[in-house]
Structures are given as structure tokens and as C-alpha cells.
């Protein structure tokens, strides 16, 4: 995990369609969303194109994707994340929330250091990777919480 965080490659950014790398995504995540009873709502506001490294972009959605699938274990019903994406003043803003448990006020400052995690299997590089990604691509990711009500991540480029 550790090698992953220090050796981070340079990305190799192209022009990607927005809209249809995000439906790969949720096309990868869709089965074991169908399989916890997770509805995914995908919504692109308009046809953008994005310069990205498409792979290490795609390992940051496939996280907080996850992240939110296991926010949402202990939620009975109406479980749902939604990916949103478009332009915004500053740019273009993909964000990924969900109605799970949330993040405790006391850990929000801690998420993005490497190695935290409150997870008992949890290695804490996922968002701290995230945060590197971002970085790389000129970019920042955010955190919304409402704690017990869902959390939102919000990369902007």
C-alpha cells in the first residue's frame, strides 16, 4: 500500500467523453450494487469532454464508489448513490454520494491522511490516493457529510 502511494505514475491525459466513461464505471459496479440492493443513479448534465489519465481516474471512482457501497451496509431500505456530473464555474465537477451512515465529524479532517482508516480491514490509501490522483491532474477532491444521513465526494477538474 505504501508503494502504491510513492510511486504514483505520471498521468497520461486524453480527451475523454464524459458521459460514457462514467456509464463504464457504473457498468463495472452495477453487479455488486444490484446484488446489496444499491440503486445507482447516473446523471451527465451534457456531452464534455475531459482531459484525463482515464485509468487513474477510473481507480478514484471505483473507491468512492466502494466507500459508498459499504456506507450503505447497515441501511435496510432505499439504498442509493448517485454520480453526478457537469460544468461549473470553476470547471467540470464530478461528484458521488450516497444515503448511507455518513462520516463522524471527528474523523473528517483525518480522511485524506494515508494510512487512517475506521474500517477493521481498511488500509487508509484509498482516499489518500485520491487526493494524489487529483493532485496530478491539476484537480482537488472534497468531502460533504451529513453524518447518518450519507456523505458526497466531489472531484473537481
Known amino acids: 500500500h505504501y508503494h502504491s502511494l ?8 486524453k480527451e475523454v467523453p464524459l458521459g460514457p466513461f462514467l456509464q463504464r464505471i457504473l457498468n463495472l459496479v452495477e453487479p455488486e450494487c ?7 443513479e447516473l446523471d451527465v448534465g451534457e456531452d464534455i469532454l ?9 481507480q478514484v471512482l471505483l473507491n468512492l464508489v466502494r466507500n459508498s457501497i459499504q456506507a450503505l451496509e447497515d441501511i435496510e431500505t ?22 448511507g451512515c455518513g462520516i463522524d465529524m471527528d474523523h473528517m479532517d ?3 491522511i494515508p494510512f487512517f482508516t475506521t474500517r477493521k480491514k481498511g488500509s487508509g490509501i484509498g482516499l489518500s490516493f485520491a487526493k494524489q490522483i ?3 491532474h491539476n484537480g482537488q477532491i ?16
Do not use: Y
Not at 510513492?6 to 491525459?13: D, E, N, R, S
Not at 472534497?142 to 477538474?157: H, N, Q, T, W
Open 110 to 112: 483525518h480522511i485524506f
Open 78 to 99: 432505499g439504498k442509493k448513490i448517485s454520480i453526478l456530473a457537469g460544468r461549473v464555474v470553476s470547471g467540470i465537477q464530478i461528484s458521488v454520494s450516497d444515503n
Open 142 to 157: 472534497s468531502v460533504k457529510s451529513d453524518p447518518g444521513r450519507g456523505a458526497e465526494f466531489i472531484l473537481r477538474f
Open 50 to 58: 475531459l482531459s484525463i489519465d482515464s485509468q487513474l481516474i477510473e
Open 6 to 13: 510513492t510511486h504514483l505514475p505520471i498521468p497520461v491525459q
Open 134 to 136: 487529483m493532485r496530478l
Open 34 to 40: 444490484r446484488s446489496n440492493n444499491i440503486s445507482v
